[in-house]
C-alpha cells in the first residue's frame, strides 16, 4: 500500500515537470527524433504489409537522413562483401527493415541531442546510449534472442529520461549534478526531490506519447534481480539488457553516485540474466566499444568522446575495461587524424594507471609518474621506455588493423601480434602455442626474441592432463598473469617441469579460441633472471591478443557467408 501511495505521489508531482518540459520543447522546436517521418518509418518497419519500396521512399523524405544511411550501410560493420550499396531501397533489401529503422533512430536521437550546452555535457549521455544499445544488441546475440533490434532499441532509450530533463531544463540538471557531486545525497534521491519522480518515470511516460509500444517501455525501469536464474521473459531480459548495460557505462565513464555496484557485480548479474558466461560479457563489452569506434563518426560523433577516464581505483576489472577502452578509442582517434601522438602519450602517462607497478606494495596511492622530471630510478625509466614504445604499438595495431579489415590470413595477423608484444610492450619471449590437427597435443608454433628453445621443449603438452594449468586455462577460454611462480599460491598449480625447463619467476597466458573451440595460448614472459610483469605490460597483454581474438571472430564469419 505504501509503495502505491508514493506511486501516486510521483505521478502528481510529475506532472509538473513534464509540463516543464513539453513546454520548452515546444520553445526549442520539433526534435527529428519525434518527427511524423520517423514515426512513419517505424511504423511501416513494423507493417508485416509493407516492401521494401515503402519503407525506402519514407526514408527518402529526409535527404539528410539519406545520406547518412547509406553512408552507415557501406561502412565494413554493415557491407559485408554485398557491394557497394548506392540506393536506400538496396539497403532495405541487404539489411533488413528492422535493422534500418534501428539505424535511423539511432541517427535522429543522435542528430537530436548532439548540441553544445555550456553547462550540460550532452554528448555524454548520447555516448552513454549509443553504448549501451550496441552492447545490448551484442549480448543478445550470445544469448539467443531473435529480435536483436528490439534489444538494440531498448538499450537506446533506456537513459531517455535523462537525456530529456537534461536537454529541455539544462540549469536544474546542472543543479542536480553538482548536488551529485558535492553531496552525499544519492542521485535517485536527487530525482526524486528535483523532479518528484525518476528519470525513468520520465523516460516511459514521454516514449508512450511519442509512441513506443510496451515492449520498449516496460524496459525503460531499473532491473531488479530477483534471482540467479536466467531470464525467460523477453521484456524482463531487454529489460536486465537495457539497465545493467547503461549501469556498467556509468561506471565506465565515471558518472558519479550512480551505481553502488563494482563493474564486476555488473557483469554476473547481466550474465546470471540471459544465461552466459561472464567472460563473455566482458568480450561483448570489448567487440561493442571497438564497433562503436569505427562507426561514430558515420553516426555523427566524435570517436574521442568515447575515451573513458583511465584512473586507478580499488576495482580491478573498471581499471583493465577503462585502460583497454581508453588505447582503442585513443588508437582509432590517431588513426583518423583527430589526435597527434603526443596527446595519446600524455593522455596514458597523464593517468594514475601509467604507474608502474612492477613492485606494488611499494608504490603510494598519491604518487603519480611525471616523465618531465629526470632521474635514475628504475620505476621511471621503465615508465619513459612504455613512452618510446607507445609509437611502436599504435604502428602495429594499425597494420593489424588493415590485415583484418582487408580479410589478410589470420596467420599474418598473429604474426604482427607476436611483433606487437616483443617490440611494442616489451615482453622478452613471446610465443604462439596452438592444438595440433587432430587436437590432442598443444605445441609451441610459433615465438619471438631469445631463449625460445625452453619453450619449445615444454610446450608439448597432451590435451587431456586436464589438470595441467595451461590445459586448463586453454579448455576454460580464459587468462592468466602469474606475477611469482614461487608464491605459496601457486605451489600446487603450476607444474613443476615448466619452472625447471622455463625458469622464469612471472609470466602471462592468454586462451585463442574460435567460437566455443578452443584453438591455442599465447604466452609471454621477460626472460630468465628478469621481473614480473607488470600491470602496463598486462594491458599491453590484452589489447594485443584482443586483435588476435577478433581477427579469428572475422574469419569465422567470413568462413560463414
Known amino acids: 500500500m505504501a509503495a502505491q501511495k508514493q506511486q501516486l505521489v510521483d505521478e502528481v ?78 539497403s532495405v533489401i541487404l539489411l533488413g527493415f528492422e535493422t534500418i529503422s534501428s539505424l535511423c533512430l539511432t541517427l535522429k536521437l543522435i542528430d537530436s541531442f548532439n548540441s553544445e550546452h555550456p553547462s550540460v555535457d550532452m554528448n555524454l549521455m548520447l555516448v552513454n546510449a549509443f553504448l549501451t544499445a550496441g552492447m545490448a544488441r551484442e549480448i543478445a546475440e550470445k544469448a539467443g534472442i531473435k529480435d536483436v533490434e528490439e534489444s538494440y532499441i531498448c538499450g537506446l532509450l533506456h537513459g531517455l529520461g535523462e537525456i530529456i530533463v537534461a536537454y529541455a531544463l539544462p540549469e536544474k540538471y546542472d543543479d542536480m549534478s553538482r548536488q551529485s557531486r558535492e553531496t552525499d545525497v544519492s542521485w535517485g ?89 561472464r567472460n563473455e560479457i566482458e568480450e561483448s563489452m570489448q567487440q561493442t566499444f571497438r564497433t562503436s569506434c569505427d562507426l561514430a563518426s558515420d553516426y555523427g560523433l566524435d570517436v574521442k568522446l568515447l575515451m573513458p577516464p583511465v584512473r586507478a581505483s580499488e576495482d580491478a576489472l573498471l581499471n583493465k575495461t577503462a585502460r583497454q577502452l581508453a588505447f582503442f578509442a585513443g588508437t582509432r582517434a590517431k588513426n583518423n587524424g583527430l589526435l597527434k601522438d603526443g596527446d595519446l602519450i600524455d593522455e596514458f602517462l597523464d593517468s594514475d594507471e601509467t604507474r608502474n607497478e612492477s613492485s606494488a606494495s611499494a608504490v603510494k596511492q598519491e604518487e603519480k609518474i611525471n616523465v618531465s622530471k629526470t632521474t635514475s ?38 604474426g604482427k601480434v607476436l611483433d606487437g608484444l616483443h617490440r611494442g610492450i616489451g615482453f622478452k619471449r613471446v610465443s604462439l602455442c596452438l592444438l595440433n590437427a587432430d587436437h590432442t597435443e598443444l605445441q609451441m608454433r610459433l615465438g619471438v626474441g631469445d631463449l625460445l628453445d625452453p619453450l619449445k621443449g615444454y610446450f608439448d603438452l597432451q590435451v587431456r592432463d586436464k589438470k595441467n594449468l595451461f590445459i586448463k586455462v586453454l ?16 605451489k600446487d598449480s603450476i607444474p613443476e617441469a615448466f619452472i625447471k625447463k ?40 590484452i589489447q594485443f591478443v584482443s586483435q588476435a581474438k577478433l581477427a579469428l571472430q572475422y574469419a569465422e564469419m567470413q568462413r560463414g557467408k
Request: charged share 25%; with cysteine; net charge negative.
Open 189 to 277: 534521491k536527487i530525482q526524486q526531490q528535483e523532479l518528484g519522480g525518476s528519470f525513468y518515470l520520465i523516460g516511459r511516460k514521454l516514449a508512450e506519447q511519442w509512441g513506443f509500444g510496451n515492449s520498449v517501455v516496460k524496459t525503460m525501469n531499473p532491473y531488479a534481480k530477483k534471482s540467479d536464474k536466467t531470464l525467460r521473459d523477453v521484456t524482463d531480459i531487454n529489460n536486465a539488457l537495457a539497465s545493467l548495460a547503461h549501469e556498467s557505462l556509468d561506471v565506465i565513464y565515471a558518472r558519479s553516485n550512480r551505481s553502488k555496484q563494482g563493474l564486476g557485480d555488473i557483469y554476473q548479474n547481466l550474465a546470471d540474466a540471459v544465461g552466459i558466461e
Open 13 to 90: 508531482d510529475n506532472r509538473e515537470i513534464l509540463k516543464q518540459i513539453e513546454q520548452r520543447m515546444s520553445e526549442l522546436g520539433d526534435l527529428p527524433i519525434f518527427s511524423a517521418s520517423l514515426n512513419k518509418i517505424r511504423r511501416v518497419s513494423k507493417d508485416e504489409d509493407s516492401d521494401a519500396m515503402s519503407l525506402a521512399v519514407e526514408v527518402m523524405k529526409d535527404a539528410n537522413l539519406v545520406t547518412k544511411l547509406l553512408q552507415l550501410a557501406n561502412s565494413p560493420y554493415y557491407n559485408r562483401g554485398f557491394g557497394k550499396i548506392a540506393s536506400v531501397s538496396r
Open 377 to 414: 630510478s628504475d620505476k621511471e625509466s621503465a615508465t619513459l621506455e612504455h613512452q618510446g614504445n607507445l609509437q611502436v604499438q599504435l604502428s602495429i595495431l594499425q597494420e593489424i588493423t588493415g590485415l583484418i579489415t582487408s580479410a589478410a590470413g589470420v596467420h599474418h595477423v598473429f
Open 502 to 541: 622455463v625458469g622464469v619467476s612471472s609470466f602471462m597466458i592468454s586462451a585463442l579460441r574460435a567460437g566455443n573451440k578452443p584453438v591455442g595460448l599465447f604466452y609471454v614472459d621477460n626472460g630468465p633472471r628478469s621481473g614480473p610483469v607488470n600491470d602496463i605490460m598486462q594491458q599491453g597483454f
Open 475 to 490: 579448455r576454460e577460454g580464459n587468462e592468466l598473469c602469474v606475477s611469482d611462480v614461487n608464491d605459496a599460491a601457486w
